[in-house]
């Protein structure tokens, strides 16, 4: 979820409606709006503020030091999502931990005039090639989502049996222009090594750049393809590294399914600079779940659960298969500060292969600080 600009905007946006009496403005006129457009219900309610440009008034004309938003800058309104917008309009800024201020439209605006305002607002960023955030679906573990975003996540993941060890992924996401992203991923590893001893320090690091091929907000869809280099600076005779450089390429579908599921696939190959230490592998992934809203507009619980294989190509040996039930659960009022929790499990190869315990803390940046929206 994002909440346009650096995040106070949303709130400015409906606090300055608020300060333009556009409350009263439809209340008074609430019988007369039958067979209103969207643009109409906005310049009666909202213009007075925002503008009929969506631009915003100057200070001089809206009266107050809060600056509206620009709705037709869309890098600030296209990572928005109508669920968002729609929480705020209904319930007010305690929604999304905004300004109290901003009143309930629940009573004085249905669903379809909502609905209306909304896709008048979408209309302000006249600039093709942006992704909507609706396409921005629930994050599994291992599975690579299509939608380009500015996170940062802290994955832990727990091996209490054969290879034994602890391993904590720093990845950082940030989005370029219209439909691009780069990543920068660093583990910080412990690992029992052969004998018993144990090692810490930190494993591979990658870089990765995923980049929108298509994306379609009617159809809930949208393909992204990138590569990722991991660089062998974690210690290979420790087991804190694969002791290679790996070139990696891949793809990845995001698909929503009905108003509250989605799919993710995600497929690809990676292949090592010395084939002798490390295998060339392919590798497919499929991630579906379901979304449950607390109170409609409340906290995200989402159980998923991924499908994973990988394969070794030279060798043709069977692929390797496993399934990692797992939980998201957003924490904060904005819906910016998510946990998951999960468990991976192999489906064969068990004789080699331990079960693994995971979780992480995402944050997504673009919508506050760790400490806003709660």
């Not at 690992?191 to 870089?207: K, L, M, N, P």
């Not at 995001?254 to 002798?276: M, Q």
């Not at 904005?334 to 693994?356: D, M, Y």
Request: aromatic fraction near 10%; charged fraction near 20%; hydrophobic fraction near 40%.
């Amino acid at each position: 979820m994002t909440i346009l600009r650096r995040r106070p905007t949303f709130a400015t946006l409906f606090l300055s409606v608020l300060i333009c009496q556009s409350y009263p403005v439809l209340h008074a006129q609430s019988k007369d709006r039958a067979g209103m457009t969207g643009e109409q219900l906005f310049k009666k309610g909202c213009a007075a503020c925002h503008g009929a440009d969506g631009k915003g008034q100057p200070l001089d004309v809206r009266g107050f030091e809060t600056e509206p938003p620009d709705f037709t800058d869309c890098h600030l309104t296209t990572p928005e999502a109508d669920l968002d917008w729609n929480s705020i309009i209904h319930l007010g800024g305690r929604a999304r931990s905004f300004n109290r201020m901003m009143p309930s439209f629940a009573d004085e605006l249905d669903d379809q005039e909502i609905a209306k305002i909304i896709g008048y607002l979408r209309t302000f960023c006249t600039e093709p090639g942006w992704p909507r955030g609706d396409l921005n679906l629930p994050r599994p573990f291992v599975t690579e989502k299509a939608f380009p975003e500015n996170e940062a996540v802290l994955t832990t993941t727990i091996v209490p049996s054969h290879e034994k060890g602890v391993s904590n992924d720093f990845l950082y996401e940030h989005r370029v222009g219209k439909r691009g992203q780069y990543e920068i991923n660093v583990p910080l590893a412990f690992q029992q090594g052969t004998g018993g001893t144990w090692a810490a320090g930190v494993g591979d690091i990658s870089a990765a750049y995923k980049h929108v091929l298509a994306d379609s907000f009617e159809r809930g869809a949208i393909l992204s393809a990138g590569g990722e280099i991991k660089f062998p600076t974690g210690r290979a005779s420790k087991a804190l590294g694969g002791g290679v450089t790996v070139f990696e390429a891949f793809g990845a579908f995001s698909k929503s399914i009905g108003s509250d599921g989605f799919l993710h696939v995600h497929a690809g190959l990676e292949v090592p600079s010395n084939t002798e230490k490390a295998p060339k592998e392919a590798f497919w992934r499929a991630a579906f779940g379901r979304s449950f809203m607390e109170h409609r507009y409340g906290r995200a619980w989402t159980p998923m659960v991924e499908l994973l294989a990988a394969r070794e190509i030279v060798a043709k040996t069977e692929p390797e298969w496993d399934l990692l039930p797992q939980m998201q659960v957003s924490l904060s009022d904005r819906q910016h500060i998510l946990v998951s929790f999960g468990v991976r499990v192999p489906v064969n190869e068990r004789a080699s292969r331990g079960t693994s315990v995971l979780a992480y803390l995402l944050w997504d940046w673009f919508d506050g600080t760790l400490f806003d929206g709660w």
